[in-house]
């Protein structure tokens, strides 16, 4: 698991067409200890999946640094949309992020069977529903036990049941590969839930409105 040091001296989204350029962050600091379960609360089109990005490394186009500790974690990123390639099956899904070769999809099924989808591994993802998608959205984050875990809205467009018994899946597989997981959410009691640290962001350029800990649910 690592920490993680985010400053962000200066992120301008470019001008288009009918809007003037617009200064994301300004001065920004965040920080996040190691096995920390930190939820990023805000409105949506504030800056939060930028900021994940920026964590990530999907986007270099700002002024400032990202550091861990120790350095160069391993980083999973569950994203908003499953992202689940529909030509390969749900096994290969998984398998992808892991050496290629038997042992690689030998831990690809487990990671299944973990997510109880097993028996889906030779299927495509046309016939999983959006919360067995999710699913395997979260076995191949979970494939290659990341020290930090980068989550965007994962359990969104799904009903309350369905979204229930997925934080409940998301508790049960941090127990056994414990991570340090950032958690963008605008829901705020599914934030209370979850989280350990409750982060709520406001403003452009954004800044941290409110900053407290939580009291995840068992």
Not at 40 to 65: C, E, F, H, Q, W
Not at 198 to 209: D, W
């Amino acid at each position: 698991m690592s920490a993680i040091t985010v400053e962000i001296s200066d992120k301008t989204y470019p001008a288009q067409p009918g809007s003037p350029a617009r200064e994301i962050f300004h001065g920004f600091r965040l920080d996040v200890a190691g096995g920390e379960f930190l939820a990023l609360l805000g409105p949506s089109g504030l800056g939060k999946t930028t900021l994940l990005n920026i964590v990530a490394g999907l986007d270099a186009d700002y002024r400032g640094s990202v550091r861990f500790e120790p350095p160069q974690p391993r980083i999973a990123y569950a994203f908003q949309n499953p992202r689940l390639l529909p030509w390969r099956s749900v096994l290969d899904n998984v398998a992808l992020v892991l050496p290629a070769g038997e042992a690689g999809r030998a831990a690809a099924l487990n990671m299944l069977r973990e997510v109880e989808l097993g028996e889906y591994a030779g299927a495509f993802p046309e016939r999983l529903s959006l919360g067995q998608q999710r699913r395997v959205a979260l076995a191949r984050a979970f494939a290659v036990e990341p020290d930090i875990l980068l989550m965007d809205e994962p359990f969104t467009s799904l009903d309350e049941a369905t979204a229930s018994r997925l934080r409940d899946l998301l508790r049960r597989l941090l127990a056994r590969r414990p991570a340090t997981v950032m958690f963008v959410t605008h829901d705020s009691r599914e934030a209370a839930e979850l989280a350990s640290r409750i982060v709520r962001l406001e403003g452009t350029p954004v800044h941290v409105a409110s900053d407290e800990r939580g009291e995840p649910q068992a």
